[in-house]
């Protein structure tokens, strides 16, 4: 070993002065800060200044010591690779020998620095690390216990996979009765540290936790009535998963957990009642739901309700300041959700899996508005929907009398948790609810100008919550005093009710659809006002509305008057935002179903918005580029920008129709889109495949010189699509290349038959093919068919049985129909492919209920020259083996 490591004084106190300025509030200071520290990091040796500072200069005060680890920390994340090993040999042996320091602090410094390294794939280079962690745990001081404990649990969340993989010889094996053993420790840290670890392993099933599962939930159970709030939530939290992952266990206890999570529920504190108000949100998801929890049903609500009644208001409410009138003021930017594209092809499910999961650990203080407002009312609310959807108006029963209470007290935080509830509980007991709405929803539309912003806010929602009903009812009854209230609260003076109004509106729009017809100027008078009071983060959501308003009444938006209200405002934000503003996505978005909505309408504002989209396409290839040749020099380009452009392209070609085509002629998108359609993202391939569909529609004869290489592509996309695992997206990613062949393709498909051909065959027959997939490749089939009978019929013997089974199930339509002239033209070329499959081709031509009368004379022909092909008594032979009514359907219709 070298000797130790010694830091120059001067240096020392350089890097000392730099982390007490860091620490000032003034921006520009801590920018110059920032500058220096960036040079430092040239020098080797910076990174060993900085865990000196860390772990041996006890003089320091905490504060200092803990940002010297921090800033430690990030270098480690970004550069780590590049440290000598001197250094991270120094790093490593100061982080072990510190893990117990007497600050809580720097103990938790230190455990931060040790996972990060940890995770940055050192767990295979740092073998000591494990072993040593699990044998400070035995030490007969406290902090080097409760040290090592915290670093064991930040490791155990960062890198639970690889801990149970070969590659480290599992050492699994030995951490998880390790840890059992601490869950009796006098020390309510070390217990809740000790449940914390092993939570860790619950939803993966892990083998060397499920070996011990026994001892595990008894060792719970033990710890049920812990006087530490922390060991109470772990309980919770892990009877949650378990209920998940190993009910057959629960079960024998079934009863006393749920008395016990009934009493959680009610915890005193807050945490560990959010926990247990998440075990009814999953036991709703069980099967045996409904058995277990009936004789607890009336109990389950009323605490559900309680707890549900008063929690989190008043902290919600000195949040607020009390400002019931906050439109003027600006939003705070951090409260501003990241939001993702929903591409129009497949709604991503980005929604709550971690994509924030970058963040340093510093930046996550939870502001009651951002990501984690997920609080006990909501929980408790969640619950309660799912236990209507489960007991449906069994539960209304236990509910009604509670809620007649609490809809009309006098006091407004009462009556806000009643609204609440009654929102909640909409879906599942919408039947045993419909006597009541009546004399509910005119008493909530009242609420709507309630004079508390809350009250008024969550009106919205459940008003939003019943929109079904309300439309379904004549329009002057109910639809026209909602809407007219609706559309006053879209111009609240409280930002917390616009938002709300918003949503509920957008939501009544997607219900009433035309309904909305009659009372469209007086809703865009309102939208289009709300564009000059809103703040930036409501802003977003009245894209949302105004797009959904477009999609709800379609061409009826298509009237000069309308144009002139909706379109200048909307161009006015286009060209103030800059092409590199996420807000251009929901803008997009909404113009995107405008485009649609207006056709012809929306021609005077194309060519800038078509300009716009392409250029924000090429933008993003060209950094694509960039960044792959060069990924030191530039950044990875936001991919979103170019799915939702292509996306509009896509609405312009669909709204525009033939219009579109001197657009197209004057750029070079046809270019643009074939390099989108080879791009790795699976969305962008699937927005430019789109495209290439909605294109092909609107001018072919652009489209056509590169049908041969989009075919190519097209089929590419498939083969790596079927390789993918088929999960959902894939799916629906994959129906989509297929748009090509809903187009006039005519003989000049003959050069791709045999390529696209091969290919096609291979997905109609392997089995667990999605339903959606199986249908667009058998409509393929059929019109390439169609156009090319001589190079397809051949094939027909490989693909007719799945072909007929999966059109069987579709509806009449156009698409059906081209599908069936295809096969019906290559059974005249290749009636030897059909015969040992006719009987499933009879099943298919009876599931027409109206087909057009030539297609119906193609079918009699086939139907009548096979029996006469055959005689008579060998058809009705054939004809015996027919379930009754498809033997009466072809007598009916075909004569047969």
């Not at 030995?174 to 860790?200: D, E, G, T, W, Y």
């Not at 959680?264 to 504190?269: A, E, L, N, P």
């Not at 999961?357 to 984690?372: A, F």
């Not at 969305?683 to 056509?704: I, M, P």
């Amino acid at each position: 070993m070298e000797c130790e490591w010694k830091p120059d004084e001067q240096g020392l106190q350089q890097i000392l002065q730099l982390l007490k300025e860091s620490q000032s509030p003034d921006t520009s200071t801590q920018r110059s800060v920032q500058q220096r520290l960036e040079q430092l990091n040239q020098y080797p040796d910076f990174n060993n200044y900085l865990i000196f500072v860390l772990t041996k200069l006890k003089s320091e005060d905490e504060p200092t010591r803990s940002l010297s680890g921090l800033i430690l920390k990030n270098n480690v994340k970004a550069h780590y690779q590049n440290f000598p090993n001197g250094v991270s040999d120094f790093i490593k042996s100061e982080c072990l020998q510190n893990i117990g320091d007497s600050s809580p602090l720097i103990r938790a410094t230190v455990g931060i620095l040790i996972t990060t390294i940890a995770s940055k794939g050192e767990l295979q280079n740092w073998p000591e690390l494990l072993p040593k962690l699990c044998l400070l745990l035995d030490s007969e001081d406290y902090n080097t216990c409760e040290g090592a404990f915290g670093a064991l649990q930040k490791i155990c969340e960062d890198s639970a996979e690889i801990l149970d993989s070969d590659m480290l010889d599992r050492p699994l094996n030995i951490m998880i009765p390790k840890f059992l053993q601490f869950f009796k420790h006098n020390s309510p840290k070390i217990r809740s540290h000790a449940i914390a670890c092993v939570n860790q392993f619950i939803i993966s099933r892990t083998q060397a936790l499920m070996l011990h599962i026994d001892p595990f939930i008894e060792n719970l159970f033990a710890l049920a009535a812990d006087e530490e709030p922390e060991v109470r939530k772990n309980v919770c939290r892990a009877l949650v998963m378990l209920l998940e992952v190993r009910l057959d266990r629960l079960l024998p206890h079934m009863h006393n957990i749920i008395e016990y999570m009934l009493q959680r529920t009610q915890d005193q504190d807050e945490n560990v009642a959010l926990e247990a108000c998440e075990f009814w949100l999953t036991l709703a998801e069980q099967p045996v739901c409904k058995d277990v929890l009936c004789g607890h049903l009336s109990h389950v609500t009323n605490d559900v309700l309680t707890t549900h009644k008063f929690s989190v208001f008043i902290p919600c409410m000195c949040h607020q300041g009390d400002i019931e009138e906050d439109e003027a003021i600006p939003d705070n930017e951090q409260d501003i959700r990241p939001r993702f594209h929903r591409s129009r092809t497949v709604a991503q499910q980005h929604e709550g899996d971690g994509i924030e999961e970058e963040e340093d650990e510093e930046d996550e203080l939870d502001d009651d508005d951002t990501i984690s407002d997920w609080n006990l009312r909501k929980c408790s609310a969640a619950a309660l929907d799912v236990l209507a959807n489960v007991f449906r108006d069994d539960l209304l029963l236990h509910i009604l009398p509670l809620l007649k209470e609490l809809l009309f007290h006098p006091e407004w935080v009462v009556k806000e948790s009643g609204i609440l509830v009654l929102g909640a509980i909409a879906e599942g007991c919408m039947q045993g609810m419909i006597p009541y709405l009546p004399e509910l929803i005119p008493h909530l539309i009242q609420c709507l100008s309630d004079k508390k912003a809350l009250v008024r806010s969550i009106t919205c929602w459940t008003l939003s919550r019943y929109a079904h009903w309300v439309v379904s009812q004549p329009p002057d009854i109910y639809l026209k005093p909602l809407m007219t209230e609706l559309l006053k609260r879209i111009l609240d003076s409280n930002k917390r009710v616009q938002e709300a109004a918003c949503s509920a509106f957008a939501t009544l729009e997607e219900e009433a659809c035309t309904e909305l017809v009659p009372y469209l100027a007086f809703i865009l008078d309102t939208l289009v006002f709300a564009f000059s009071k809103y703040q930036h983060k409501n802003l977003l959501i009245l894209y949302d509305a105004i797009g959904t308003l477009a999609d709800s009444v379609g061409h009826h938006l298509n009237k000069p008057e309308y144009i002139q209200m909706l379109m200048p405002p909307l161009i006015q934000k286009w060209n103030q935002l800059k092409d590199e503003d996420k807000d251009l996505f929901p803008l997009l978005e909404c113009l995107s179903s405008v485009a649609t909505a207006l056709q012809s309408g929306f021609l005077p504002y194309c060519e800038p918005v078509y300009q716009r989209c392409v250029n924000l396409v090429q933008k993003t290839l060209a950094q694509a580029m960039l960044h792959q040749s060069q990924p030191d020099q530039y950044e990875a380009p936001d991919k979103d920008f170019m799915i939702v452009a292509l996306d509009l392209l896509s609405g312009l070609a669909e709204g525009l129709g033939g219009t579109i085509e001197q657009l197209v002629a004057r750029s070079n998108i046809l270019t643009l889109m074939y390099q989108c359609m080879q791009d790795k993202m699976p969305e962008v391939r699937q927005s430019s495949f789109a495209l290439l569909g909605d294109l092909t529609k609107a001018c072919f004869q652009h489209v056509k010189p590169c049908i041969g290489m989009s075919i190519e592509l097209t089929v590419k996309d498939n083969l790596i699509v079927q390789q993918c695992n088929m999960d959902t997206q894939s799916q629906q990613i994959s129906s989509h290349p297929f748009s090509l062949s809903q187009h006039p393709l005519g003989p000049e498909m003959q050069p791709y038959i045999a390529m696209v051909l091969h290919q096609l065959v291979e997905i109609i027959n392997r089995p667990n093919t999605p339903k959606t997939l199986l249908e667009n490749t058998a409509i393929t089939i059929g019109r390439l068919g169609y156009v090319c009978p001589q190079e397809v019929a051949p094939m027909l013997q490989q693909f007719i049985r799945p072909w007929c089974t999966s059109l069987r199930n579709i509806r009449d339509n156009e698409e059906k129909d081209s599908a069936f002239r295809g096969i019906c033209t290559m059974i005249s070329v290749n009636p030897g492919g059909v015969v040992q499959d006719f009987i499933f081709f009879c099943d298919a031509v009876a599931s027409w209920v109206n087909p057009k009368d030539d297609l119906r004379d193609m079918f009699c022909k086939i139907l009548h020259g096979f029996k006469n092909q055959v005689g008579e008594e060998n058809w009705r032979r054939f004809a015996d083996q027919f379930p009754m009514p498809l033997k009466e359907r072809l007598a009916t219709f075909y004569g047969v």
